[in-house]
Every structure is written in C-alpha cells, then in structure tokens.
C-alpha cells in the first residue's frame, strides 16, 4: 500500500523552529585563531538584509524577526550593539528553504505465523513531501571580513501561526544557536 501525504508551504521562514525545539537541528562552526573574549560589541553588516529572489524569504517581516531576536540574545549576554564602524564584529544571517521526502515503511507482518505456517510479509510505506528551514547567523571580522562562526538552525517548516508565534519561532532558533557563542 502506497500513500502521499503533502505537506506543502509556509508562510514565513519565521517557522523555521517549527513545533518543539526537539526536531531543530543546530550546528556552528568557528575559526579557532579568534580570541572570544575580546569581543564586547557588534553592529550588523551593512545591507546584510538577504536578497534570495524567493519573496517568502526576503520579507521585511522575517528581516525585523530575525533581528529583533538578535538583538535581544547578544545583548542579554553581554554585547553592546554599537556602529558597525565600531563594532568588535559584524552580524549577518542567510535564510533557505529546501523541499525534502519524509519515507517510512511500517511491517505488520514477518511472513510467518505462530504455528500457523508462512504467509505474505505485510508492510505499508507513507512518503511525505514537507520543506526544511535553515536560518543561518554569521560573525565576521569587520577588519578582514573573514567568517569568525557560524551558527545554523534548521527544521520542518510549519503554516500558519500569529505573528507572535513565529517571533517566538525565530527566537527559539537564535537563543539556540547562540548557546554555541562565544565557542568553548
């Protein structure tokens, strides 16, 4: 037996924590020759707003999100938000969406009964097509504008919400990453 079940479209990038924050998968990565704790202030790049040419992405909305979310979990650690001119280092993020194939096969059966003989082997299959959000923040060196670290975020994407919802989304997605920040 064969079933399709599509889940299809987001509003916002902004669900890209979509349901429990068990399912977003977070990675970073850093340059290792940096020393962390001189930094003390940041500034965001200028023109750092991404331009994907996919309108659900390059959203004032998503941009005031993801900023706002920013802002809020540097700050709460420490960093001072200063001129980019000035800054320690300079933040950017890059959002994506990526279609993915969810394949399951379930077996009700082994072929074989208790006593009973063989038989068929029993199985059903479930594909389910959904989209996967990937929120990138970058740190760079506002001198050299080399890459300093990286964090990611990604997770199935989910319709729907209030705007507060999805705030709450990117915010999960950030504090989140940010426990990665300043590396260990």
């Known amino acids: ?4 079940n599509g889940v299809l479209g987001a509003l916002l990038l902004g669900a890209v924590v979509a349901g429990g924050c068990s399912s977003m998968q977070i990675s970073s990565d850093y ?3 940096v020393d962390f704790s001189r930094l003390q202030s940041y500034g965001w790049m ?4 991404p331009d994907t040419g996919n309108p659900r992405l390059d959203s004032s909305l998503l941009d005031a999100r993801v900023r706002r979310a920013v802002d809020t979990q540097l700050v709460a650690r420490g960093y001072s938000k200063i001129s980019p001119d000035e800054a320690d280092f300079l933040v950017s993020y890059h959002a994506g969406l990526e279609s993915k194939l969810d394949v399951d096969t379930f077996y009700d059966s082994y072929g074989y009964g208790w006593g009973r003989g063989y038989g068929p082997m029993m199985y059903d299959t479930v594909v389910r097509e959904y989209e996967q959000g990937t929120l990138l923040l970058d740190f760079v060196d506002p001198k ?5 670290w990286r964090g990611s975020a990604s997770a199935e ?3 729907g919400g209030t705007p507060e ?4 989304r990117v915010d999960k997605a950030v504090a ?3 426990e990665r920040f300043p590396p260990r």
């Open 144 to 148: 050299t504008r080399n890459l300093v």
């Open 176 to 178: 989140r990453m940010l």
């Open 165 to 168: 919802k999805r705030q709450e």
């Open 46 to 49: 200028p023109d750092s707003r």
């Open 157 to 159: 994407i989910t319709t």
């Open 1 to 4: 037996m064969f079933r399709l």
């Open 31 to 33: 340059d290792p020759s």
